[in-house]
Each structure stands twice: as structure tokens, then as C-alpha cells.
């Protein structure tokens, strides 16, 4: 079955510190995975995809992710936390067998000053 | 270009009584999802649709109804509300099964 997970319900980091959020997958065949950003009380915002080619994937606000096939990972990273990055976190997989768009269940970032 | 539009954004409803969360996007989308948001619990998929005329159940199906009669309009029913229903529901539209969601701002229900 198709399913992903985010295995904490929140981090924190100090600014100016590197971030990472974790999510692992899984799925029957190969997967697009995706990363979105919820602020409070609002819908969510697309971060970054990753569909195919580099592992390494660049997105929106300086974040990064790393697709790891071995480890069915899709970490988001950034170098260095912003206050302003402070928001509720949402992988998200897609079986390419599918077209059902699975969420995890987030993981809140809060970044210190 | 409004994108998704959802309404209404704010419903209280009792336990029994009907409604239809609307949801309409104007930028030709094929693919539209109705996912509900609840606290630590991520966003659990409803129904999604591929087309017009065609809808599939997601995850959490039991209790909803949905239509894809148009392109535009992907309307989420709910025939006898009950509290378990207390959620907010966000509508999606992507162009391709690679694309990005754009989501509606969100419809926030409450069952009492």
C-alpha cells in the first residue's frame, strides 16, 4: 500500500542553523514525491518535487531535498533556518501507478531567533 | 486568475443535517482532490478525480459524496453530518500526475 511517513511531529533549530525534515515512503513502483508548507490558516504552498534525473532536488526559499532510493528517504533541508521558515511541513508521495496524492502527517518547524 | 476558490470557508452544522462544500478552479485542471485536515493528523485524501465524469474513492471516503460533472467544479457532499465530520477540507487541482497542488484556502466544518 501506498503510504508515507514523517517520523516527528516537530523540530526546532536555531537561526542560522541547517534544518532537516524527515519523510520516508512507500510504494509498488516508482514514486513522485513532493514537499509543501502550510502557514497558519491557510492552504498549503508547493516547496519542491522530485519526479526523476538528480537525487538532489532545489525548490522554492532556499530548500532543498535528497531523494535516497535505497533508503525510500526524501529528507527536506535547508543550510540555514529563517524565523520566517516556521510553518507546518507535508511530504507527500505519488505511486506512479496511481493518481492518488498521499500526505504525511506533517511535521511542525520552529526556529528560534 | 482566482486559482482554487472553496466555499463556504466557515459552516456549523447538526448532527444529521446535509451540505456541499463547493470547489471550482479556473485553470483548466484535470486532476482534483478533496483532503480533510485534522489535528496530527495530516491531510487524509476523500475522493479524487481524474476527468470530468470520472471520481475515485481515497482513504477516508465513508460519509461523502462527490461529482465531477464540469472541468471547473468538484463539489464534496455530506449526506448526514455527525461530529467525526469536524474537520477543515481542502480542495486541490494539479494539471498533470507530476504537477504541483494548488490548494484552496480551506473549509472549516463543525458538527455539533
Known amino acids: 500500500a501506498q503510504s508515507v511517513a514523517q517520523p516527528e511531529d516537530q523540530v526546532n533549530v536555531a537561526e542560522g542553523n541547517p534544518l532537516t525534515v524527515k519523510c520516508t515512503y512507500s510504494?509498488?513502483?516508482?514514486?513522485?514525491l513532493f514537499w509543501y508548507v502550510q502557514y497558519p490558516n491557510r492552504g498549503l504552498q508547493f516547496l519542491l518535487k522530485?519526479?526523476?534525473?538528480?537525487?538532489l532536488v532545489k525548490g522554492s526559499y532556499g530548500f532543498e531535498a535528497e531523494f535516497n532510493k535505497s533508503q525510500t528517504s526524501f529528507h527536506l533541508k535547508k543550510p540555514s533556518a529563517l524565523v520566517s521558515d516556521s510553518a507546518l511541513y507535508f511530504c507527500?508521495?505519488?505511486?506512479?501507478?496511481?493518481?492518488?496524492?498521499?500526505f504525511g502527517t506533517g511535521t511542525r518547524l520552529q526556529v528560534f531567533p | 486568475n482566482a486559482g482554487v476558490t472553496q466555499t463556504p470557508k466557515f459552516r456549523i452544522l447538526k448532527i444529521g443535517q446535509s451540505m456541499t462544500l463547493q470547489c471550482t478552479q479556473d485553470?483548466?485542471?484535470?486532476?482534483m482532490y478533496w483532503y480533510r485536515q485534522d489535528p496530527g493528523m495530516g491531510l487524509k485524501l476523500i475522493y479524487y478525480?481524474?476527468?470530468?465524469?470520472?471520481?475515485d474513492k481515497g482513504e477516508v471516503p465513508n460519509g461523502y459524496n462527490v461529482s465531477r460533472s464540469t472541468t471547473e467544479d468538484f463539489p464534496l457532499r455530506l449526506e448526514l453530518a455527525a461530529p467525526s465530520q469536524t474537520s477543515v477540507y481542502f480542495c486541490a487541482s494539479t494539471v498533470l500526475a507530476t504537477g504541483e497542488l494548488f490548494f484552496g484556502e480551506g473549509s472549516r466544518l463543525t458538527v455539533l
Open positions: 507527500a508521495v505519488r505511486d506512479v501507478n496511481t493518481d492518488k496524492l498521499i
Open positions: 478525480s481524474v476527468g470530468a465524469g470520472i471520481t
Open positions: 485553470m483548466n485542471h484535470n486532476y
Open positions: 522530485y519526479i526523476t534525473g538528480d537525487n
Open positions: 510504494v509498488s513502483g516508482n514514486p513522485y
